[in-house]
């Protein structure tokens, strides 16, 4: 799992993609943040909210190739035909991706450390919002992983990865106009905004954190499953 | 070592592989013969684990491959038929990532330079592997196979894109590793799997349709006795003429390769050995022999004549493949 990992983050920074993803990443959390000080305010919850919006369209970039380019290159027949788990192939991918998202992750730490030095953060508050982008993140990049795995075609899997994103996102507006009350109700409760706001106001609710947690496993289940299921057919 | 029985893949309707069983004993070379979509690649991702079989059981050095996958795994280094390269990476690298992925417990760096020597890969060792040609991409793939020292080695056609000087290169080298590997190759070249393998087998249509050394395979498929034979001369009287000889069966008169010098089948009655009775007749008639061989089937007509669905028909073999140590030239 381990050899996986060092492989992909490596491969993130031999081709463009991890730089691009960072440069995306670092600007539009750098112009939230600079949105927050233009108005002498010291609460990023503002940013992590904004953030929500710009993973969606981040994260297929960083999960597009994951799956799909073993795929295309027949890397998988190396990978497959090693004494490593179908498991640990997929974690190691997963994990590869998530320690990419959490090195941007990170710059909302350098951010909450520059206003520290003007007012007494709320340091919890911060911690729960990171915890909660982090765990937004992993829950996306199980989904992207899943799609990456469905095809051989990258740009498939990012275009199907920002579907699936983009559906995530409207889904509060769907539960809204969805005229059965059970079913608009359960939008509602599987809505990733739903579950993510929370975290940026400061409540850490453990349901939701074990939503976001569950998402990435079962995801993940569902791509070892695939990768299981194209040996058998 | 090897132990693959009653192996079936079915994709639907169509079997890919058709029940094949064989053995493989540690140090053999086993050569893996058969037309395009005959089940070669198949059978070999089934071997090494990367497709399953719909019914039928490998086993690799005692270990099921579907049971135990990953100690099967382990003993086993896999160069398919598209070399798997991250093209993003180095030699070194690269080879670095095999070498933990196959969690070897070798030392690494001195491995690794022994197997980058072995595949004649050291000089490009901290180059990108998308700027290597498809020759050194194909050593690469080689050395990736060989990484870890596997008991077992699956060689989907090794030499495929190498310039003749390298494949003679690896074939010696595949030659060399069986004392040291099992090892499982295929090619299309047969020529190649002749020149290297102790045993043949040939799978049409994902049956097994042979399974032998190869000098049984074309003693047993070689029927007919006969010579090839080169002079000079006026067609229809040489013809008569070798047509009397005693133990002659038929002659057939296969064209002039170059003015005036024409070339002859002859077949003989089994058991006769005509090329004295044929050389007596040459000089007293002053039709210099020019050339004269026995001929055994090649592998290449074998091969046609297991796999091509009408089993009648044997295209003339070509010439520059058949000097078989039995029948040498005879040189005048």
């Known amino acids: ?233 | 070592m090897i132990e693959v029985k009653n192996l079936t893949k079915r994709y639907g309707s169509t079997a890919a592989v058709d029940d094949i069983s064989f053995n493989l004993s540690e140090g053999e070379i086993l050569g893996f013969l058969g037309p395009n979509g005959a089940g070669k690649s198949t059978t070999m991702n089934i071997l090494t684990g990367y497709l399953s079989s719909t019914s039928g059981t490998v086993t690799v050095n005692g270990y099921d491959i579907l049971e135990n996958p990953q100690e099967a795994k382990r003993c086993i280094g896999y160069l398919p038929e598209q070399p798997p390269l991250y093209l993003d990476m180095t030699v070194k690298s690269y080879l670095d990532f095999v070498f933990d992925l196959k969690q070897a417990k070798l030392p690494r760096h001195a491995h690794i330079q022994e197997v980058c020597q072995l595949v004649g890969i050291s000089h490009v060792y901290k180059r990108m592997i998308k700027h290597l040609s498809k020759g050194y991409r194909q050593r690469v793939g080689l050395a990736q196979a060989l990484i870890g020292n596997p008991k077992v080695l699956v060689l989907d056609e090794p030499t495929v894109g190498l310039d003749p000087g390298q494949i003679i290169e690896i074939r010696n080298m595949i030659k060399a590793l069986s004392s040291r590997h099992t090892i499982i190759l295929s090619s299309h070249i047969l020529s190649e799997i002749q020149a290297t393998c102790d045993r043949i087998i040939i799978i049409n249509q994902g049956k097994l349709v042979a399974d032998d050394k190869a000098e049984n395979l074309s003693k047993k498929f070689s029927d007919d006795h006969s010579l090839a034979l080169r002079t000079e001369g006026p067609v229809p009287e040489i013809k008569t003429a070798l047509q009397a000889l005693p133990g002659v069966q038929s002659v057939r008169f296969d064209g002039e390769v170059s003015p005036g010098e024409v070339v002859f089948s002859l077949s003989a009655e089994e058991g006769t050995d005509i090329r004295k009775d044929v050389f007596h007749l040459m000089v007293e008639k002053n039709w210099p022999i020019l050339e004269m061989k026995s001929r055994e089937l090649t592998l290449e007509e074998i091969f046609l004549k297991l796999t091509s669905s009408d089993q009648t028909s044997l295209p003339a073999p070509e010439e520059t493949e058949q000097t078989t140590e039995k029948g040498g030239d005879m040189p005048c």
């Not at chain 1, 999960?63 to 998988?76: A, G, I, P, Q, V």
């Not at chain 1, 982090?134 to 899997?157: D, H, K, M, R, W």
């Open chain 1, 1 to 233: 799992m381990l050899t996986i990992l060092r492989r992909e983050l490596n491969s993130y920074f031999t081709s463009a993609i991890g730089y691009i993803y960072l440069a995306v990443f670092y600007f539009f959390s750098g112009y939230f943040f600079q949105s927050v000080i233009s108005i002498n305010s010291t609460d990023l919850s503002s940013v992590f909210l904004s953030l929500f919006l710009v993973l969606m369209f981040i994260v297929p970039i960083l999960t597009m190739r994951l799956m799909s380019e073993d795929m295309k290159l027949r890397t998988d027949q190396l990978l497959l035909t090693a004494p490593l788990s179908l498991s640990g192939l997929v974690y190691g991918k997963f994990l590869a991706a998530l320690t990419l998202f959490a090195a941007g992750t990170g710059i909302t730490l350098i951010y909450a450390v520059v206003l520290s030095a003007f007012q007494v953060m709320e340091w919890t508050v911060i911690v729960g919002n990171i915890l909660g982008l982090l765990l937004l993140g992993a829950a996306l990049i199980s989904i992207g992983l899943f799609i990456s795995s469905l095809t051989e075609n990258q740009v498939i899997a990012a275009v199907g990865g920002f579907a699936v994103m983009l559906m995530l996102m409207i889904m509060d507006a769907i539960a809204g106009s969805v005229p059965v009350a059970f079913l608009s109700e359960l939008l509602y409760k599987i809505s990733f905004m739903t579950r993510y706001a929370p975290f940026t106001t400061g409540i850490l609710n453990l349901s939701n954190v074990l939503y976001f947690l569950s998402v990435a496993v079962i995801f993940n289940f569902l791509t070892v499953r695939v990768l299981e299921k194209k040996r058998w057919s």
